[in-house]
C-alpha cells in the first residue's frame, strides 16, 4: 500500500506525521499492495475553532471509498477519518 499525505496551508509536524504512519499501518494489511491511501489536511479558517479539514481517499482495488471530516485537531479528524473508511471496507468486503 502507497501512503500519500498532503498538508495545505501548514506546516505539518513531525508528531502529526507519525500519527498518520501508526493509524495507517494496520491498512497495509488490508488492501493490496496496489491500493492508495490519500490523506489531505487542510486549515480552512485559522480564527475558528472547527477548522482542519481532513479528506482521506483510498483507491486501487476495484473500489474508491472518500472519508471527510471537520474537527478541532488532525489527529482527531485522521481518527474519524479511518474509522469511517473502515466501515466501508466492511461493506465492500461484504459485497
Known sequence: MKLNVQAVNFEMAERLEKHIEKKTKRYAKLLPESAELEVKMTVVKPETNLNKETHVRVV????????QKVCDTFEQGVDDCLEAIEKQLEKQKDK
Open 60 to 67: 486501487g482495488f476495484g473500489a474508491e471509498l472518500f472519508a
